[in-house]
């Protein structure tokens, strides 16, 4: 039996500014896992910078991945390649988006023990049914952060006052699938 999980309204100021394209890049990749046959769960992982109270999104890396209808994992040499590409590029790792066969977005079990990241701040974003309809806007999906040693859910609330699109933003694209 699914048990939901509570959704956290934390009191802070952190804005999670969103590189329209970062939007855009990460649809395509996890559709694409969509369209393989049968559909395969979709990762991929955003990078930018902290600055304050602000975190921006301005890196998309979809790292080389096993994945199949309910799951998806990466290798450690996979998780070097990011890390690599972090330090190249002197930037963060702010978080991962994973696709979920169906529409629950909370994150599974398998999503809290398997994680290949787990720090303090990392944000998880879970798309519901392999992102096949796109994953705006956000609230449609499972906005978690890692606080304390536990995936946290934000509240819809949270999720539309904290997190913002711009097309201002610039976005560039490291694509280790190949």
């Known amino acids: 039996m699914f048990i939901p999980r509570k959704r956290t309204t934390p009191n ?5 500014v969103i590189s329209k394209n970062a939007i855009e890049i990460t649809q395509k990749v996890l559709q694409d896992y969509a369209h393989l046959k049968p559909s395969n769960e979709g990762l991929v992982y955003w990078c930018g910078k902290k600055t304050h109270d602000t975190v921006s ?5 979809a790292p080389k991945t096993t994945s199949d209808w309910g799951y ?7 998780n ?16 991962q988006i994973h696709s ?14 398997d994680a290949s990241f787990k720090t303090e701040g990392l944000i998880s974003i879970v798309v519901p049914n392999y992102c096949k309809e796109g994953f705006l806007p956000l ?7 890692y606080n304390q040693g536990n995936f946290q ?3 819809d609330k949270y999720v539309s006052q904290h997190f913002e699109i711009s097309e201002k933003l610039s976005c560039d694209f490291v694509d280790f699938r190949k």
């Open 12 to 16: 802070d100021s952190t804005k999670y």
């Open 100 to 113: 979920h066969p169906g529409t629950v977005v909370d994150h599974s079990d398998g999503d809290d023990l």
């Open 72 to 78: 998806i994992s990466t290798s450690n040499r996979a």
């Open 57 to 61: 999104i301005s890196l998309v890396i």
């Open 139 to 145: 609230t449609t999906c499972g906005v978690h952060r």
């Open 80 to 95: 070097f390649d990011l890390v690599k590409t972090l330090a190249e590029k002197n930037q963060i790792h702010i978080g």
């Open 153 to 155: 859910r934000f509240s």
